[in-house]
């Protein structure tokens, strides 16, 4: 699916890396996993306008008022790792993590979670292949993620790449010879991130996939991008590796084409809603696993007229809270994030509960009522 683009990265006000010091510095926030609360967590992935905006602090509140307690943020390595460091240098260049620091504070002051989904690798560790290309050596993933828990102590959830089942954010998913090799490389890819962000922080959690709704299965002849679908990509991942430790799986079960309803049945292997559980049951069998959780780290539905191959806002508020009451009816789904909170210029998604002049869509009210109605 198409992303927020990364156009340009603010720096946040110094007055949230302050607070988030403080917090560093005091004792480490409890969290919903280790105190009693929801089985489902919702929240909102909107980077622009949680991060970056003038009036981020605003949006988060308004988030909050939906009842939202988790949202999800990029950390792209390749931009905030823009040369190779020196021995005893941190692996990052501090003043790129201001803004997510302020993000930080912000959200634990509003008791919401935040999930880091680490994704990019920088042109020095991979010889300038792209960010969609793994690192050469997955050594130099593994201190970053390390040394990005270190510094965030009160965030406990994480998920390793972003949609590894596509070429747009892993490459290259099939060699010369047609063979699928994306599973092996992220395999080693998510291994380094997992032992680093564990080494800092033993109680994280960490999940692995993060997968695209579908894909093809071959190499492509034309000029759409080389995909797996998500349940063949873990089946060969499972074979690959099946000793891998993780604390969930993340999916984005987008419908396989963007009008369709939530409980539309798509055909396996691909994976939208109405087929997560047998997703669910196929990872336990092919990891040797007993109830895997999901974690639902993006799904959305565009909207016209802003999108003009969207639907009806009213049709997209009946979608939103159906989403959510499918998803909340499967206990292993235990996390269930909305992709976009307000539609951003420089998103190319129009799936905003709020327009881009910040005015609620009929979804706005529908979902909180939703969140409400599973008691998140």
């Known amino acids: 699916m198409r992303r927020a683009t990364a156009a340009f990265l603010a720096l946040a006000a110094l007055g949230g890396l302050v607070l988030v010091v403080a917090l560093m510095r005091g004792e480490r926030a409890e969290t919903p996993e280790t105190t009693p609360g929801p089985r489902l967590v919702v929240g909102f992935f909107d980077d622009a306008n949680f991060r970056w905006r003038p009036d981020r602090a605003r949006m988060l509140d308004r988030a909050q008022r939906t009842g939202a307690r988790v949202v999800r943020a990029f950390i792209r390595w390749h931009l905030t790792a823009l040369s190779e460091p020196k021995p005893g240098e941190l692996p990052f260049y501090e003043p790129r993590l201001y803004e997510i620091d302020e993000l930080v504070a912000n959200a634990n002051a509003r008791g919401i979670e ?49 949609e590894p089942n596509t070429e747009q954010f892993l490459a290259p998913q099939f060699d010369a010879q047609g063979r699928s090799v994306a599973p092996a490389i992220y395999a080693r890819l998510y291994r380094a991130a997992y032992e680093g962000i564990k080494e800092a922080r033993p109680d994280a959690l960490v999940a692995i996939g993060e997968t695209s709704s579908h894909g093809r299965d071959a190499p492509s002849r034309g000029r759409a991008q080389d995909t797996h679908s998500p349940a063949r990509f873990a089946r060969l991942l499972a074979e690959q590796e099946p000793a891998l430790e993780f604390d969930a799986w993340g999916h984005h079960p987008y419908p396989v084409k963007g009008r369709q309803a939530p409980d539309h049945a798509s055909r396996w292997p691909s994976v939208t809603l109405t087929c997560l559980e047998r997703f669910g049951e196929a990872i336990d069998h092919w990891f040797g696993r007993d109830d895997t959780p999901l974690w639902i780290t993006e799904y959305a539905h565009e909207s016209i007229p802003e999108e003009p191959h969207g639907i009806p806002p009213e049709l997209q508020a009946t979608y939103a809270a159906r989403a959510l009451e499918l998803a909340a009816g499967l206990p292993r789904v235990r996390m269930f994030v909305w992709f976009t909170f307000r539609d951003d210029q420089t998103n190319a998604w129009q ?16 979902f909180a009522a939703a969140i409400g109605a599973i008691g998140s």
């Open 351 to 366: 799936s905003g509960l709020l327009d881009g002049r910040g005015r609620p869509r009929p979804a706005y009210e529908r």
């Open 114 to 162: 935040v999930l880091f989904s680490i994704w990019g690798t920088p042109e020095w560790a991979n010889g300038g292949r792209g960010p969609n290309y793994a690192p050469d050596d997955p050594d130099d993933l593994r201190r970053f993620a390390h040394a990005l828990a270190a510094r965030y102590p009160t965030v406990r959830r994480y998920a390793v790449w972003n």
